[in-house]
T-cell receptor
Framework: DTAVSQTPKYLVTQMGNDKSIKCEQN?????MYWYKQDSKKFLKIMFS???????INETVPNRFSPKSPDKAHLNLHINSLELGDSAVYFC??????????????FGSGTQLSVL | QKEVEQNSGPLSVPEGAIASLNCTYS??????FFWYRQYSGKSPELIMS????GDKEDGRFTAQLNKASQYVSLLIRDSQPSDSATYLC??????????FGKGTRLSVIA
């Protein structure tokens, strides 16, 4: 069973289009994330949700809108796609631990190419 | 601006040798530090976490942390070809890494 699954794996689209990436985790985790890995290979957090509540919202254009219908799902909708949005988008989840560090479980990534 | 610096490599070591990977970070409030391994075209997976100054060992891996110097390293003993991957350093404020380093590409030569 795949722990964190995201679809699609590849997404090729034209500038100006609107697209969505879906993510689901079957680990029973409380927290889900979206990370972006750009062409320079930096992996940066975009959003974090805990039990459907937005916790972290880094400096991300408001064309990006996350939606968490339940704690097992965190989808990412992107409006008016731009060339600079081309990257690999990783979904991740973790279990809140009072003792500290949260191990991130990553999905396999979605390679977004905007033409 | 949070910065995480790593030598991009490639770092080539012979099989059985010790690989030493280094990372410096600019955010003095970082409390937790993580090393993730990422095979080409795959997602990152956690290798080590460390929170206190000093060394932490787990099997062939040892993480070293020096908060005063804002420096964290990862040693891999008895390197194997299967260790060939990119290693990402991730400091975290609280428990969530906000930004990872670009990673050091390690190549273990059989």
């Amino acid at each position: 069973d795949t722990a964190v699954s995201q679809t699609p794996k590849y997404l090729v689209t034209q500038m100006g289009n609107d697209k969505s990436i879906k993510c689901e985790q079957n680990l029973g985790h409380d927290t889900m994330y979206w990370y972006k890995q750009d062409s320079k290979k930096f992996l940066k957090i975009m959003f974090s949700y805990n039990n459907k509540e937005l916790i972290i919202n880094e400096t991300v254009p408001n064309r990006f809108s996350p939606k968490s219908p339940d704690k097992a799902h965190l989808n990412l909708h992107i409006n008016s796609l731009e060339l600079g949005d081309s990257a690999v988008y990783f979904c991740a989840s973790s279990q809140d631990l009072d003792s500290g560090a949260e191990k991130l479980f990553f999905g396999s990534g979605t390679q977004l190419s905007v033409l | 601006q949070k910065e995480v610096e790593q030598n991009s490599g490639p770092l080539s070591v012979p099989e059985g040798a010790i690989a030493s990977l280094n990372c410096t970070y600019s955010d003095r409030v970082s409390q937790s530090f993580f090393w993730y391994r990422q095979y080409s075209g795959k997602s990152p997976e956690l290798i080590m976490s460390i929170y206190s100054n000093g060394d932490k060992e787990d099997g062939r891996f040892t993480a070293q942390l020096n908060k005063a110097s804002q420096y964290v390293s990862l040693l891999i003993r008895d390197s194997q070809p299967s260790d060939s991957a990119t290693y990402l350093c991730a400091p975290a404020v609280g428990n969530t890494p906000l930004v990872f380093g670009k990673g050091t590409r390690l190549s273990v030569i059989a």
